[in-house]
């Protein structure tokens, strides 16, 4: 007796368990900052003014940034991203690049890390904007989904 077998269907099957094991990069994701005075005491709450935004998108491991300011007292002097739970004030992690104006933009790329990416998708990051007359910084703002 003898079997006749089609092995086309196992073949086309096995090609697409192949493709579908395959990995392909993340798809990049968007986060926006809302860029807001916030006095570090009570005494600089007088000379904390502007407001601004930042968009910033990962792909792969490559996040960039940019964003605008205005409304400042005094010309920005840095502008860094911190790592901090939502309301609260953390360490330093990056720099980026910022207008020394009391209006501009800031802008940056950054190669992270598998826990930057972690901690940038819980929300812990945000952009921190110091000035002349504001040097603990003025303008922050949450890096968000």
């Not at 860094?80 to 940056?108: S, W, Y």
């Not at 819980?122 to 303008?139: D, S, T």
């Amino acid at each position: 007796m003898v079997v006749s077998c089609n092995l086309l269907p196992v073949k086309v099957l096995l090609a697409a368990l192949v493709l579908l094991a395959q990995t392909s990069p993340a798809p990049a994701t968007h986060f926006r900052a809302r860029l807001s005075p916030v006095p570090v005491e009570t005494t600089t709450a007088a000379r904390i003014t502007g407001s601004g935004s930042a968009t910033a998108t990962l792909d792969g491991a490559t996040l960039t940034i940019a964003g605008t300011f205005q409304g400042m007292k005094s010309p920005a002097t840095i502008a860094q991203i911190h790592m901090g739970a939502r309301g609260v004030r953390g360490p330093v992690e990056f720099d980026l690049d910022v207008a020394k104006a009391p209006n501009g933009t800031i802008n940056g790329t950054i190669t992270l890390t598998k826990v930057q990416i972690d901690t940038l998708r819980k929300g812990w990051y945000y952009i921190q904007i110091h000035a002349e007359q504001a040097p603990e910084g003025n303008l922050w703002g949450w890096l968000l989904p």
